[in-house]
């Protein structure tokens, strides 16, 4: 299973990006992808989820300024990053589950390698 993301960057404070990441090989239909981050010296943490169903979930202080979303059908989820602040700099990695019921805090099956978010001051 590979997950390729795209879309990372540098930015100033204030700005926006659009992260995507598309999901291929995998052997069970994908119920669910997601974004996670993880800054130098930090846990890993969900920012976003999205179900098949198109149920969202969001984490960390990003709802109102990020929304995911999925090209239905295409195994590809879109984050979309509005008034990036500093402590948004992180790698963010994309993931995927093939299951139901999953608590996406603790984190999906299928990862990618991640891409690197810099928000500068």
């Known amino acids: 299973v590979q997950l390729q993301a795209s879309g990372g960057g540098l930015v100033q404070a204030g700005g926006s990006l659009r992260l995507s990441c598309t999901v291929s090989?995998?052997?069970?239909?994908?119920?669910?992808m997601g974004w996670y981050r993880q800054s130098s010296g930090d846990q890993r943490e969900l920012i976003a989820a999205?179900?098949?169903?198109?149920?969202?979930l969001y984490g960390g202080d990003v709802k109102g300024r990020f929304a995911i979303s999925e090209f239905y059908g295409k195994n590809t989820v879109y984050l979309q990053m509005n008034n990036l602040k500093p402590e948004d700099t992180a790698v963010y990695y994309c993931?995927?589950?093939?299951?139901?019921?999953?608590?996406?805090?603790?984190?999906?099956?299928?990862w990618g390698k991640g891409t690197q978010v810099t928000v500068s001051s």
């Open positions: 993931a995927a589950d093939p299951h139901y019921g999953v608590n996406y805090e603790d984190g999906m099956q299928y």
């Open positions: 999205i179900t098949s169903g198109g149920s969202r």
């Open positions: 090989g995998a052997p069970f239909k994908i119920t669910a």
